[in-house]
């Protein structure tokens, strides 16, 4: 037992030792182990011996070396364990060991912890645990008063508390929510908000909101729907108009031409407010650069966002108006008059 490991885990290493190889798997350049049953003592000496570094974090031990394999991920993560919060300790926790210099490194990461080591064989029970776990935790932190809004923007709890505003500050009965990951937020907004009659998540990638479609569906939440449709696309406006339209933390995925081309296409189909959010990644003590791992491309300011109110103020001709607010980074809302 380490002490380095989160006192829910520390019990878990205390049991009998386990072949390395009966939970692992390869996923890109990477081979993540499922170390929730092994002994953590003998599996760094083990690797000590085969030539490796090792750098042990809260959630994870980091083997390196030069000969391949050259990097084995060691986590402790079992079933009852796993959320978004995850992708947060890989990026934290390992980004300065040089192991995620990009999205698709972190999404690799993500995908061998839960689709290929907590239940190898059955891969969308794990990822159904991941969906169940993120929702739960999701509602526990909107129903506990006085959530704090807390300044890393890449945790669950941030996340929550970011929709709790959203929510506040939804109108109308039809929601899009674009570029909407996992998807949760549909699901909440179904949930806590009974003027929503229809509640829709879109993305690029269909794969992301599978396991969102699939709780939607197993809840009985007819209002809720997912499907796959590109920010960028010209025919855009096909989806429709929507009360209310969402882009949260999506803004910072693109170039700023194409932001503005996102823009555009989120105003056409927006009949009463678009509300956007970005996060500040200059304060904080972090870097002037956009987080590569998250698949940034810019960063924002409080001047840039607010600069991107006044040109989607001037896109409406004046007939809307704009506020900022500073809320986990920067909120802003668009509103049509």
Known sequence: ????????????????????????????????????????????????????????????????????????????????????????????????????????????????????????????????????NTLQRLLTFLNTAGTPCLKDYGTLSASATLYQRVCELCVGESFLDAACNGGFLSLLLAERLPFVVKAVGIDIDADVFVVAQKLAEERHMHNVAYQQADLLADDFDHLGSFDTVTAL??????????????????LRVTSHRLILAVPYEHEHDRPKKPEVAYGHQQFFSRAKLEAVGEWCLQQLQGAGRVWHEDFIGGLLLIERR
Not at 251 to 265: C, G
């Open 1 to 132: 037992m380490t002490e380095s490991q989160p006192a829910d885990m520390q019990a878990s290493s205390k049991t009998k030792k386990v072949s390395i190889q009966e939970r692992s798997v390869r996923v890109g350049n990477f081979i993540v182990v499922n170390g929730s049953r092994a002994n953590h003592t003998l599996l760094k000496e083990r690797f000590t011996q085969g030539g490796y570094q090792i750098h042990e974090t809260p959630h994870f031990l980091l083997f390196q070396r030069i000969e391949a394999p050259s990097t084995i991920l060691v986590h402790w993560f079992t079933s009852e364990h796993i959320d978004t919060d995850v992708s947060h300790y890989l990026v934290q926790e390992l980004k300065s060991f040089g192991i995620i210099a990009s999205s698709q490194h972190l999404s690799e990461l993500l995908t061998g912890i839960v689709g290929g080591t907590l239940y190898p064989d059955d891969v969308r029970r794990a990822w159904n645990y991941f969906g169940v």
């Open 249 to 266: 933390h999506v803004l910072e995925h693109f170039s700023e031409d194409d932001m503005y081309r996102v823009l555009t296409n989120l």
